[in-house]
C-alpha cells in the first residue's frame, strides 16, 4: 500500500493564456486527472532526464582525467608495479 505524501511545498509560475490551453489540452490528452499532476508528471521525468545524463558527462569526464594522468601524467611506478613488471619479464623471456 501506497503512503501518500504530504505535500507542503508550492510553486507558483505565470504563463501565457496560450501555454495554458496547450497544457490542459495535453493534459486532457494524456488521461492526467489535473493540469497540475500533468505538469508536475512532465517536468519530473524530464528533470530526472536531465540530472542523469550530466551525471553521465560529469562521470565520463571525471573518467577521461583519471585515465589520461594514469596514461600521460608524470607519476613513477609504484614498488607494486615495479615487481609486477619484473615477475613478468622473468616469465617472458625467451631463452
Do not use: C
Not at 505524501?5 to 486532457?28: C, I, V, W
Amino acid at each position: 500500500m501506497e503512503i501518500p505524501l504530504s505535500k507542503d511545498e508550492r510553486l507558483d509560475l505565470r504563463l501565457s493564456a496560450e501555454d495554458k490551453e496547450l497544457f490542459r489540452l495535453a493534459q486532457k490528452l494524456s488521461g492526467d486527472k489535473s493540469i497540475s499532476s500533468f505538469i508536475l508528471r512532465i517536468v519530473k521525468k524530464q528533470a530526472e532526464e536531465i540530472v542523469i545524463e550530466k551525471e553521465r558527462i560529469i562521470a565520463s569526464e571525471r573518467d577521461r582525467k583519471v585515465f589520461f594522468d594514469a596514461v600521460f601524467g608524470n607519476s613513477m611506478p609504484n614498488q607494486h608495479l615495479i615487481a609486477a613488471a619484473k615477475r613478468y619479464n622473468s616469465r617472458t623471456k625467451q631463452p
